[in-house]
């Protein structure tokens, strides 16, 4: 395995990318830089990698995310069918938050905040690297995303109909036309 390697932790929300560069010694290359969670901001952090991949002469780029929703999606998606990223003998890392929260643990305390996060994430894999890295199947993605949609559409109706059943029960039930006929017949 090449030991020359960038180590690049993602810290993923809604509107923006925090990122953390670290030299494969775990000292910082650049400790923070926040970048949009959008087309223009993986552009500039495309340029990022790519300019420090070339100053400093690394052999390989290792990239971990948290799985934060689908926010890191995107991102990923890009770097993976990105032609410049992927000669640089690119692995993507997605990273489950309760392995990065245990993770975090094991070391001593530190405020939570963007600025630090993306440095766990790139320790975490710089130290105990994953087994397998993020592949996006392209051919099973859309398929993937149909099926869950299915499951959460039937889910969801399963609830919607147990919910107008109670109600209905509560309305229409024979507990409450006897004790009506009870008070009528009275």
Known sequence: M??????VGIDFSQKRADFCLLFPDGQPLVSHQAFPNSL????????????????????GLDV??????YYWLAYFWQMSHDSELSGC?????????????WFKKSLPPNDKNDDVDPFYIAERTRTRRPTSSWDPQDDWMSLRFYT??????????TREKNYYLIYLFLLHNAYHASSRLQIHSA
């Open 148 to 157: 869950r949609l299915r499951f959460h559409l039937a889910q969801n109706l």
């Open 40 to 59: 223009p901001g993986y552009q500039k952090a495309r340029q990022l990698l790519l300019d420090s991949l070339r100053t400093q002469s690394f052999d």
């Open 64 to 69: 971990s995310g948290e799985a934060t929703s």
């Open 89 to 101: 003998d690119l692995s993507l890392f997605l990273l489950n938050p309760r392995q990065v929260f």
């Open 2 to 7: 090449n030991l020359n390697r960038l180590q």
